[in-house]
């Protein structure tokens, strides 16, 4: 069974710029979480889809959006990007249990590497 | 915010030896996770323990929780230069899974 795909794995931008990241889970899954890594901050709660439903999401302004598809294929969105959002973002896929609550493992890409000039 | 934090935040010992780390968190929780980063890559998972459980094994692992402490720690035995990574806990608060800042391991050869 494939593993969760991310692409691009690396891409730099310059300030200003937007920026559109994709995430393909693993068959089956239904639910995508997307995180942000930076070294300060560490591992950072951006959002959570599900069946194409933005079920949670962290804190974050609102130039950092995203879409789940059909397919459970999603993506995000940053726009207007600033220096501070040169980071790793990482998505992660896991099956909804218990009635939906996502409280079960987590499947991660390799992350997309983001660089903003 | 952060939910979980780890202990130490960097750790280096011989090949062969045991590593442990620690990881405290603030509110109550269902489970509690712990995974492995190597340099730049994904999260793996490694292990889950639910609240009412307080022990668990997986080949060199042994994670334990104690939730009237609020805390659990990773004990690594005969540790391998392959072990060296970052570690990080993991809770679900308000239906999230939300991570520690994570300990480095460093195995020396």
């Known amino acids: 069974k494939a593993g969760v795909t991310q692409t691009p794995r690396y891409l730099i931008k310059t300030r200003g710029q937007q920026v559109t990241l994709s995430c393909s889970p693993i068959?089956?899954?239904?639910?995508v979480s997307w995180y942000q890594q930076t070294p300060g901050q560490g591992l950072q709660f951006l959002f959570e889809y599900f069946s194409e439903t933005q079920r949670n999401k962290g804190n974050f302004p609102g130039r950092f959006s995203g879409r789940q598809f059909s397919n459970s294929r999603s993506e995000m969105n940053v726009s207007t990007l600033e220096l501070g959002d040169s980071a790793l973002y990482l998505c992660?896929?896991?099956?909804?249990?218990?009635?939906?609550?996502?409280?079960?493992?987590?499947?991660f890409g390799e992350g997309s590497r983001l660089t903003v000039l | 915010s952060q939910q979980g934090e780890e202990d130490p935040q960097a750790l280096s010992i011989q090949e062969g030896e045991n590593a442990t780390m620690n990881c405290s968190y603030k509110t109550s929780i269902n489970n509690l996770q712990w995974y492995r980063q190597n340099s730049g890559r994904g999260l793996v998972h490694l292990i889950l323990i639910r609240s009412n459980e307080r022990e668990k094994h997986s080949g060199r692992l042994r994670v334990t929780l104690d939730t009237s402490k609020k805390s659990s720690s990773l004990l690594i035995t005969a540790s391998r230069a392959a072990d060296t990574a970052s570690y990080f806990c993991a809770t679900d608060r308000d239906d999230k899974i939300i991570f520690g800042k994570g300990t480095r391991l460093h195995i020396l050869p």
């Open positions: 068959s089956g899954h239904r639910s």
């Open positions: 992660a896929s896991s099956l909804a249990q218990r009635g939906g609550l996502n409280t079960g493992e987590l499947f």
